[in-house]
């Protein structure tokens, strides 16, 4: 198992920038592939971007493609989510998640999760 806990959410202004971590600790880190998610008030889980264990496979959701970066540090047993030029219609709750299983963008096949951090965008 993995235990996950994100941080780095806030109020930012539109445009502004923001970086998300997430920590993890149990099983080793790497053995994960890494997916990040967001869900708005009154909406679905959302995919946000993914990476693969040792993150040779990126993919992001079209609607931050070009604004948001995902990476992971295994060294440190830590995955990043960086957002830039925010704008409103990000304000969500964002959650990381890990999965043993091939990389994918649906929810239902990452079996561990943080608390998630919310990112609320201002206009």
């Known amino acids: 198992q993995v235990q996950l806990v994100e941080s780095g959410g806030g109020l930012v202004q539109a445009g502004g920038s923001l970086r998300l971590s997430c920590a993890a600790s149990?099983?080793?880190?790497?053995?994960?592939?890494m997916g990040w998610f967001r869900q708005a008030p009154g909406k679905e889980r959302e995919f946000v971007a993914y990476?693969?264990?040792?993150?040779?496979?990126?993919v992001y959701a079209d609607s931050v493609k070009g604004r948001f970066t995902i990476s992971r540090d295994n060294a440190k047993n830590t995955g990043y989510l960086q957002l830039n030029s925010l704008k409103p219609e990000d304000t969500a709750v964002y959650y990381c998640?890990?999965?043993?299983?091939?990389?994918?963008?649906?929810?239902?096949?990452?079996?561990?999760w943080g608390q998630g951090t919310q990112v609320t965008v201002s206009s």
């Open positions: 998640a890990a999965t043993a299983m091939a990389l994918t963008s649906s929810p239902g096949y990452y079996s561990y």
């Open positions: 149990g099983r080793t880190f790497s053995t994960y592939n």
């Open positions: 990476i693969s264990q040792f993150g040779a496979n990126i």
